[in-house]
């Protein structure tokens, strides 16, 4: 979208949520300016009225573009990489296996995010931290496999599915899963942390509104 404007994407997010990163992390990488608003997730900010009346899930992210609030950060992804030409794959079979794989980061890659939630947010009993922890590591096995000689997630450039599970992989040691173990995952996070705009994924939304 040549020209975009920062009032053209409103961004609703949280810095710490791997599922708002991402978004973040495709707006920067497209060079697309965005307004951003900080959503207290600890405040209960998310459960307001006001907030549920953008996402009935009542979850950041979500995306505010021309009036259409759109929830589901792997949804969204598709919707920008739709309305800014960028990040989908090259061919059909290409479009067809990217969507596979975010089918599967939220069904099974997720579970890095739940395991991290359990042990910095949740004080989780330990059969659940194991459990979620198992799950992850089974993802990163598949994933460090599937990478072998490959560069990124599918074809020779990054794609949405790459960005999807950025912030998941990057996060993942927080939650006691430790993707030292998987070389292939290290050496794919290291190449996409390098990309311009990229960088850790703390940092890449802001910890207050902007614009
Ligand atoms: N499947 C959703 C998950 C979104 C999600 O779990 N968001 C979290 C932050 S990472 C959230 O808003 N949690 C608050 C809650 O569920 O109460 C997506 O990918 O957007």
């Known amino acids: 979208m040549p020209g975009a404007s920062a009032g053209d994407f409103t961004l609703y997010g949280h810095h710490e949520s791997e599922a708002s990163q991402r978004v973040g992390l495709m707006l920067r990488l497209a060079g697309v300016p965005f307004a951003y608003r900080h959503v207290d997730l600890f405040a209960g900010e998310h459960k307001t009225p006001a907030f549920r009346a953008l996402s009935r899930f009542a979850q950041v992210p979500v995306l505010l573009h021309e009036g259409t609030a759109i929830s589901q950060s792997n949804v969204i992804l598709l919707y920008l990489a739709d309305a800014l030409g960028r990040f989908d794959g090259a061919t059909p079979p290409a479009r067809l296996e990217l969507r596979q794989w975010l089918?599967?980061?939220?069904?099974?890659?997720?579970?890095?995010?739940?395991?991290?939630?359990?042990?910095?947010?949740?004080?989780?009993?330990?059969?659940?931290?194991?459990?979620?922890?198992?799950?992850?590591?089974?993802?990163?096995?598949?994933?460090?496999?599937?990478?072998?000689?490959?560069?990124?997630?599918?074809?020779?450039?990054?794609?949405?599915?790459?960005?999807?599970?950025?912030?998941d992989v990057a996060m993942a040691d927080q939650g006691g899963v430790e993707v030292a173990r998987w070389p292939r995952v290290v050496a794919w996070a290291a190449r996409l942390a390098a990309l311009p705009g990229v960088g850790a994924p703390s940092d890449i939304l802001p910890k207050a509104s902007v614009g």
Do not use: S
């Open 103 to 167: 089918g599967w980061e939220q069904d099974m890659l997720w579970n890095t995010v739940l395991a991290r939630r359990a042990v910095c947010y949740l004080d989780a009993e330990p059969a659940v931290v194991a459990f979620f922890q198992r799950r992850a590591g089974a993802a990163l096995k598949l994933l460090d496999r599937h990478l072998e000689g490959r560069e990124f997630i599918v074809g020779a450039a990054p794609t949405i599915a790459d960005i999807a599970c950025y912030p």
